[in-house]
């Protein structure tokens, strides 16, 4: 049911830039929902990364950055690092599913 | 510090009713400022939202679970519960329930540890 389309997977070598798309509708992004990015480690919870497109709470790296763009948005992660391995969520809501957040497809951030 | 604890029988058979209970500590469920949660994950798979519901009784879930979910709350105890009737071996997963800032479109701030349902006979 997952409205958001991320990329399976996308990789880097440390120290490089990352980005990891996230598209979704004019009856989501397109229509001015927020969109929130989620790291999950491996066997653990997800883990609040970016809020409202680009915030990031506290303790999170400003190595990561977000950006939102018409029906879609991004995550950056720059200076990559062996820790940032990881799978990443988008997240946001859309109004033609009646009430419902929904989930990005996960993309799975390998570093080389 | 905020925390949430799923608790639950990690075994559940086809047809029957999934129950899982979110004990939140730290923090009152009863607050204008938040909503409450569960999110779903099968193995080696992508989160799944499931419902929310708001204190002053609002519930509102993913259309394509609807049908067969249930989220309640007893603030007494600080808790909240999700039951899914009818399950499937693909009701699997591991479920997590979570506190959402903001209306609409908010973010999951706080989360669970996750239980793991298996449904199986």
């Known amino acids: 049911q997952s409205v958001l389309t991320q990329p399976p997977s996308v990789s880097g070598a440390p120290g490089q830039r990352v980005t990891i798309s996230c598209t979704g509708s004019?009856?989501?992004?397109?229509?001015?929902?927020?969109v929130h990015w989620y790291q999950q480690l491996p066997g653990t919870a997800p883990k609040l990364l970016i809020y409202?497109?680009?915030n990031r709470p506290s303790g999170v790296p400003d190595r990561f950055s977000g950006s939102k763009s018409g029906t879609s948005a991004s995550l950056a992660i720059t200076g990559l690092q062996a820790e940032d391995e990881a799978d990443y969520y988008c997240?946001?809501?859309?109004?033609?599913?009646?009430?419902?957040?929904?989930f990005g497809t996960g993309t799975k951030v390998t570093v080389l | 510090q905020l925390q949430l604890q799923e608790s639950g029988p990690g075994l559940v058979k086809p047809s029957e009713t999934l129950s899982l209970t979110c004990t939140v500590s730290?923090?009152?469920?009863?607050?204008?400022?938040?909503?409450w949660g569960w999110i779903r994950q099968p193995p080696g798979k992508g989160l799944e939202w499931i419902g929310n519901?708001?204190?002053?009784?609002?519930?509102y879930y993913n259309p394509s679970l609807e049908s067969r979910v249930t989220i309640s709350v007893d603030t007494s105890k600080n808790q909240f519960s999700l039951k899914l009737s009818s399950v499937t071996a693909t009701d699997t997963a591991v479920y997590y329930c979570?506190?959402?800032?903001?209306?609409?479109?908010?973010?999951?701030?706080?989360w669970g540890q996750g239980t793991l349902v298996t449904v199986s006979s």
């Open positions: 004019s009856s989501s992004i397109g229509a001015g929902y927020d």
């Open positions: 979570a506190r959402r800032y903001g209306d609409y479109g908010g973010y999951f701030q706080h």
């Open positions: 730290g923090g009152s469920i009863n607050s204008s400022a938040y909503y």
């Open positions: 409202g497109n680009y």
């Open positions: 519901f708001y204190y002053s009784g609002y519930t």
């Open positions: 997240q946001s809501y859309d109004s033609s599913l009646s009430g419902s957040n929904v």
